[in-house]
C-alpha cells in the first residue's frame, strides 16, 4: 500500500488546487496562487518519480563518460514510453540512422531539440513551463550533455506528475563502449519517440526557425569581424521540397567548413544525409549541426553573447526555409572573404 501514496497524495494536492482557486475567485484575486500550489505539487511528484534513479537524479556531473550519457538517454526513452503507453500514443516513429564523426557539442545541440519538444508535451498538456536552452559559451564536454539530459528527465516527469502517473521506470545499467555519435543517434531515437506525444513532427516552421537562430549567430560573429551582414532572404519562386532545402544546408555546411578552417580551427564533418527520402525532421537535425559549429565559431572568437529567443514562425514552407538557408549561404561566403583578405 506504501507504494501509492504519491497518488493519495497528489489526489489530496488537486483537491487543495481546488479549494485554493474557488477563495481566490472569491476575494477577486489571480489564480497565479494556485497555479504557484499545482506546479508546486507537480514537482513534489516528479522528485519521488526519480527517486530510485540513480544516473538522473545525481548532482550535475564536472566530467562524465559517454556510457554514462547513453545510460541516462536510455531513462529518458524509458520515461517516455511509460507516457506514451499511459497516454496512449501508438504511432510508430522510424528509428533514427547511424551517426558518425560526433563531438559533445552536436550532441549538446541534440539535447536542445528534445528539450524544445518536451516544452511542447508540457504545453499541450498543461503543465509549468521549462526554460528553453542555448549552447553555453564554453568548451562542451559529456558532463554539460549529462546535465542536460537529466533536466529533460525532471521536467518529462512534471508531465508524468500532472497526470498522476505513478509508474517508475527501472534505472539502465551502464554499457561501456559508447561514443557521442551512439549517444547522439540515441538521442535522435528519444526526439521522434515524443513526436506523438507531443501530437505532431517537426514542420518546415521548425527548421525556419532553426534557420534563424543559425542567422542570428552569425550576424554576432560577422560584427566581431567587422563584415556586412544581410538578413533579408533572396526571392525564391518556385516550389521547393525538403530534399532541396537538405542539399542547400548541405552546401552551407561546407562552406561552415571552409571558414573554419580560415578562422584556424580544427573543422568538423559533413552530417550524414542520405537524399532520399528527406523529411523537415532530417532537415532540422543538419540545421542543428550548423548552430553547434556556430557556436563552436563563437567559443573561437572569444563570442560571449547570447540570440535572443524568438518566436514560433507559422505557416513557413519549405520554399522560405530555402530562401533562408540560402540567405545563410551568402553571409558565409561573405564572413569568409573578410577572413581571407
Known amino acids: 500500500m506504501k507504494e501509492h501514496w504519491p497518488i493519495r497524495r497528489a489526489g489530496k494536492a488537486m483537491a487543495a488546487c481546488s479549494v485554493l482557486l474557488w477563495v481566490a475567485g472569491l476575494v477577486g484575486s489571480s489564480a497565479a496562487a494556485a497555479q504557484e500550489e499545482e506546479g508546486s505539487w507537480i514537482e513534489a511528484i516528479a522528485e519521488w518519480l526519480g527517486s530510485s534513479s540513480k ?7 564536472r566530467e562524465a563518460s559517454p556510457g554514462e550519457v547513453f545510460r541516462a538517454v536510455q531513462d529518458l526513452m524509458a520515461e517516455i514510453t511509460i507516457l506514451r503507453a499511459e497516454l496512449g500514443v501508438y504511432d510508430y516513429p522510424p528509428e533514427a540512422e547511424p551517426q558518425e564523426d560526433r563531438a559533445p557539442v552536436h550532441v549538446y545541440a541534440k539535447t536542445l531539440e528534445v528539450l524544445s519538444k518536451v516544452i511542447a508535451v508540457q504545453r499541450r498538456y498543461d503543465v509549468p513551463v521549462a526554460e528553453e536552452r ?13 546535465g542536460n539530459v537529466e533536466h529533460i528527465i525532471a521536467e518529462l516527469r512534471k508531465v508524468k506528475a500532472s497526470m498522476v502517473i505513478g509508474r517508475k521506470i527501472e534505472p539502465a545499467m551502464l554499457v561501456g563502449g559508447q561514443t557521442a555519435s551512439s549517444v547522439y543517434k540515441s538521442l535522435a531515437d528519444a ?7 507531443r501530437g505532431r513532427q517537426l514542420t518546415p516552421d521548425d527548421v525556419y526557425q532553426n534557420c534563424t537562430y543559425i542567422l542570428d549567430e552569425m550576424e554576432l560573429v560577422a560584427a566581431r569581424l567587422d563584415v556586412s551582414f544581410d538578413r533579408d532572404p533572396p526571392d525564391v519562386t518556385e516550389a521547393k521540397r525538403s530534399k532541396d532545402v537538405a542539399l542547400q544546408v548541405l552546401r552551407a555546411t561546407y562552406k561552415m567548413i571552409n571558414l573554419q578552417t580560415r578562422l584556424g580551427m580544427d573543422a568538423s564533418g559533413v552530417p550524414g544525409l542520405t537524399l532520399v527520402r528527406v523529411t523537415p525532421s532530417e532537415v532540422f537535425d543538419s540545421t542543428n549541426m550548423l548552430l553547434a559549429e556556430m557556436a563552436r565559431i563563437k567559443l573561437h572568437l572569444d563570442i560571449e553573447a547570447l540570440r535572443d529567443e524568438q ?3 507559422k505557416g513557413k514552407s519549405s520554399r522560405d526555409v530555402f530562401a533562408l538557408v540560402l540567405g545563410i549561404i551568402r553571409n558565409l561566403d561573405e564572413i569568409s572573404a573578410a577572413v581571407e583578405s
Request: negative net charge.
Open 134 to 146: 542555448q549552447i553555453p559559451f564554453k568548451e562542451i564536454g559529456f558532463g554539460d550533455v549529462l
Open 311 to 313: 518566436p514560433q514562425p
Open 55 to 61: 544516473s538522473t537524479e545525481e548532482a550535475v556531473h
Open 191 to 197: 526526439s521522434v519517440l515524443l513526436d506523438g506525444l
